[in-house]
């Protein structure tokens, strides 16, 4: 086991693999690892976006609901009230039309009822002269006591 | 394994010896060096295969394991090296990496690979055969063959661990002139931690020390721990039947010192270096 050229050999070895593998070994794969490196940070970083997306996402999406929510129930009031006037108002407008036809129908009934009273009173009147004619036979004058004839069907 | 031909003493010997080739200082450790290389072709090929398919989005599984490696080793060089510098952490890697992989071979069993290359020279090589070995048993005949020396854990030879730690010796050289300049790292050798013009032999014997004494020591740390845990273990493949649960709870002990000693080494590096790079 004496000291000889052995020594000199792994010398020189050893500078041929020191240079091979600050040529070949170490930047390749230290480049390698540390592009993952980034690559794993920007997932990492595009994690946290991702996120903090959904949670705006997600808020925003109950901002909508609740607007709809509102909207609907704001809908469905106007609705509501709207129905209620349509119906009052075709209450009314029911009401208004049966015065109407009852007016008329009154004021018919009345001119009938009038015109058949006139009927009535001409001919009670006839009736009555001439019951009274033929009671008093001659004695009245028709021209002389058409005054108190007259006043009679005024009377009836 | 004390066999016949094979003393305990030859057993043990074998296991620390190494197939060299060359002569004196020129010779090399063809084990340790093959294997040292073959380990670091390994983790530079897949490392730079994973580089190569490196995916931005779901990594595979085996690019899952890398990443972790290069997130721990890139944590522990961002913890203690403050400058700014796109080389310390290949290095620390590199180094982290290696020396893992030359301490793992430790736990393959200490007769299997040399039985494997033996038998590999008996098959490819059997004029390499030793002549003493002509009446041994076919056992001892693949133990005798010089390919059999060949080692599988590098870590257990000093002059990978040292070799390594020249290497951090250079850098930190390297590192102390690229950030502070040649004269502020003379000056800063000359003139701590006595700051009086007076004193400055006495600095530079001590800064000097100082400066050869982290190569030495980060060396010297690494192959001691695992020569001790080798040594071990081939003491523990000589006591007969009772070595398997002795070798199992040697090994699961030894994982952490695999990891640890490889952890401690590229830790090291990135202080020293660190301490290198930054004004005091």
């Known amino acids: ?65 609740r607007d709809a929510k509102e909207q609907a129930a704001a809908i469905i009031e106007q609705a509501r009230k709207r129905e209620g006037k349509m119906i009052d108002e075709a209450t009314s407008k029911a009401n208004e039309e049966r ?36 009671i008093l036979q001659r004695e009245i004058d028709d021209a002389a006591h058409s005054d108190i004839l007259e006043k009679l069907v005024q009377e009836l | 394994m004390a066999d016949s031909n094979i003393s305990v003493q030859g057993y043990i010997k074998h296991h620390l010896t190494d197939l060299t080739v060359g002569e004196g200082f020129w010779a090399v450790n063809l084990g340790s060096l093959g294997w040292s290389l073959i380990l670091g072709s390994l983790f530079i090929i897949s490392f730079a295969w994973v580089g190569r398919k490196a995916t931005t989005g779901v990594p595979g599984k085996f690019q899952c394991l890398v990443e972790m490696i290069i997130e721990f080793v890139g944590n522990s060089v961002k913890e203690a090296f403050h400058v700014k510098d796109k080389l310390i952490a290949p290095i620390a890697l590199t180094i982290f990496m290696w020396i893992f992989l030359m301490n793992l071979m430790k736990l393959v069993p200490v007769d299997w690979f040399p039985t494997v290359a033996g038998l590999a020279g008996m098959a490819f090589n059997s004029g390499a055969m030793p002549e003493y070995a002509a009446d041994y048993s076919f056992l001892e005949r693949v133990m005798a063959h010089p390919w059999s020396y060949l080692t599988i854990a590098p870590t257990t030879d000093l002059n990978i661990t040292m070799g390594m730690a020249l290497g951090v010796f250079i850098l930190i050289l390297g590192y102390s002139i690229y950030y502070k300049g040649l004269g502020g790292f003379a000056k800063e050798l000359s003139f701590t931690p006595f700051n009086h013009w007076s004193l400055v032999p006495f600095n530079l014997v001590l800064e000097l020390v100082t400066l050869l004494a982290k190569p030495l020591s980060l060396g010297l740390r690494l ?13 523990i493949a000589l006591v007969g039947l009772a070595q398997l649960p002795l070798h199992f709870a040697w090994a699961v002990f030894h994982i952490l010192v695999i990891l640890l000693q490889a952890f401690i080494f590229m830790m090291l590096t990135i202080v020293y270096l660190s301490m290198a790079a930054e004004k005091h």
């Open chain 2, 223 to 235: 192959f001691g721990n695992l020569y001790a845990g080798e040594v071990i273990f081939i003491l």
């Open chain 1, 99 to 134: 015065d109407h036809i009852l007016t008329q129908a009154r004021a018919e009934v009345d001119a009938e009822r009038s015109r058949l009273r006139e009927d009535l009173r001409k001919q009670v009147a006839a009736l009555a002269v001439a019951g009274a004619e033929r």
């Open chain 1, 1 to 65: 086991m004496d000291i000889n050229a052995t020594l000199i050999g792994q010398s020189i070895a050893m500078a041929v693999f020191v240079w091979f593998t600050l040529k070949f070994v170490w930047p390749p794969i230290n480049a390698a690892i540390e592009e993952r490196q980034k690559k794993i940070a920007e997932g990492l970083a595009h994690t946290d976006r991702a996120e903090k997306d959904l949670h705006i996402a997600q808020d925003k999406a109950k901002d909508i609901l």
